[in-house]
């Protein structure tokens, strides 16, 4: 009776102790990212269509090109005014994952030998929830010029332990 006592403790005790996770911190982005560079939409009807976003992502560098009337904080969302196609491009591509907490991590590597830019997003997963979340992962980078190319990559990470 003892044995069944400690090996039920023992499996509690074991099972009980398991980490909590620990995802990355929240940020805009890193590499060629604008830092301080919050995009938001505005175009709510173009929202309502959030399923039809085009699943090879987004290369805007012109008002013209703007149909989501994106438009720019740099004072972490107090403020929002029109983005300068001139001096920058926006970049975004929807992401999604599921669990309980989920981080996107947003970066944009340049290479200028292969004139090509890479954007990643790294979808970060906690828990064994069914929750899910899903971002379009706007960021304002420098004018990328006409003859760069970009290419989207998107990259999913569970993270172990307890949310």
Do not use: H
């Not at 269509?49 to 994106?70: A, K, M, P, T």
């Not at 975004?92 to 996107?104: E, L």
């Amino acid at each position: 009776m003892k044995k069944t006592i400690f090996v039920i403790l023992l499996g509690l005790l074991l099972f009980s102790c398991e980490k909590k996770c620990k995802l990355p911190d929240r940020t805009i982005g890193t590499g060629e990212i604008v830092s301080d560079a919050l995009v938001r939409e505005t175009n709510w009807w173009e929202l309502l269509g959030f399923n039809s976003y085009s699943r090879e992502g987004y290369i805007i560098n012109s008002e013209e090109e703007n149909i989501f009337d994106l438009k720019v904080s740099y004072d972490d969302g107090q403020t929002f005014e029109p983005i300068d196609f001139t001096i920058y491009t926006v970049l975004g591509k929807k992401a999604s994952g599921g669990g309980c907490g989920i981080i996107f991590v947003r970066d944009v590597s340049k290479n200028d030998i292969l004139k090509k830019y890479v954007y990643t997003i790294t979808v970060f997963q906690c828990g064994d929830c069914f929750k899910s979340g899903e971002s379009m992962n706007w960021v304002l980078v420098p004018k990328i010029p006409e003859d760069y190319t970009v290419e989207f990559v998107v990259k999913e990470k569970k993270v172990r332990g307890k949310y």
